[in-house]
Nanobody
Framework: QVQLVESGGGLVQAGGSLRLSCAHS??????MGWFRQAPGSDREFVAA????????YYPDSVKGRFTVSRDNDKNMMYLQMNSLKPEDTAVYYC?????????WGNGTLVTVSS
């Protein structure tokens, strides 16, 4: 059974940093990703990482500011977010990449104040 639990969200001022964590179980060796959904918007891709961690992918909107990593021994994935902007405000989710509709968790809320 797959379980995904996101944590680490909070309120931060613009320019600040946060580190999100994703505790996962039941997911075999695969790409994993971070996604986010802002109020009134569709869920969007934020970052992806291969099982080995050697390959990572980001959309232009976060490239150079966000860094995805994973610790397979601990079944954890992380998202280091720096230079946060108000437009980064959203609920952040982890999932396989590409995502499975079966695996969405509750997410963790990130709020960036201007």
């Amino acid at each position: 059974q797959v379980q995904l639990v996101e944590s680490g969200g909070g309120l931060v001022q613009a320019g600040g940093s946060l580190r999100l964590s994703c505790a996962h179980s039941g997911i075999s060796r695969s790409f994993m990703g971070w996604f986010r959904q802002a109020p009134g918007s569709d869920r969007e891709f934020v970052a992806a990482i291969s099982y080995s961690g050697e390959s990572t992918y980001y959309p232009d909107s976060v490239k150079g500011r966000f860094t995805v990593s994973r610790d397979n021994d601990k079944n954890m994935m992380y998202l280091q977010m720096n230079s946060l902007k108000p437009e980064d405000t959203a609920v952040y989710y982890c999932n396989k990449y590409p995502p499975s509709v079966l695996y969405w968790g509750n997410g963790t809320l990130v709020t960036v104040s201007s």
